[in-house]
Nanobody, 125 residues
């Protein structure tokens, strides 16, 4: 079993910044991808960003490219999502997930095995 815990959400004004953290613990393998998704009320859970096990590969949705940065610290089993230039449409619950698969796609929810409970991000306009 793998536990995934997000933190760092909150309320911020448009144009501001937030940094989300996600810690994975338990029966993780030595290499695994991690990703962030978000879900606004009444909408599906959408891909935001993902990072490969060694941090060399990163992926972003078009809506956040250039504003968000994903990174990881494997010594701490933690992934970060730095969110800059936030917009009202970024308001959502942000979920972190762990993918233990090899060669699986990381831009869809089906590519992940474990999920956190989510952290609310609210951007006021």
């Amino acid at each position: 079993q793998v536990q995934v815990v997000e933190s760092g959400g909150g309320l911020v004004q448009a144009g501001g910044s937030l940094r989300l953290s996600c810690a994975a613990s338990g029966r993780t393998r030595s290499s695994y991808a991690m990703g962030w998704f978000r879900q606004a009320p009444g909408k599906e859970r959408d891909f935001v960003a993902a990072i490969g096990w060694n941090g060399d590969s990163t992926y972003y949705s078009e809506s956040v490219k250039g504003r968000f940065t994903i990174s990881r610290d494997n010594a701490k089993n933690t992934v970060y999502l730095q969110m800059n230039s936030l917009k009202a449409e970024d308001t959502a619950v942000y979920y972190c997930a762990v993918s233990l698969g090899v060669g699986t796609t990381v831009v869809v929810t089906a590519g992940y095995d474990y999920w956190g409970q989510g952290t609310q991000v609210t951007v006021s306009s």
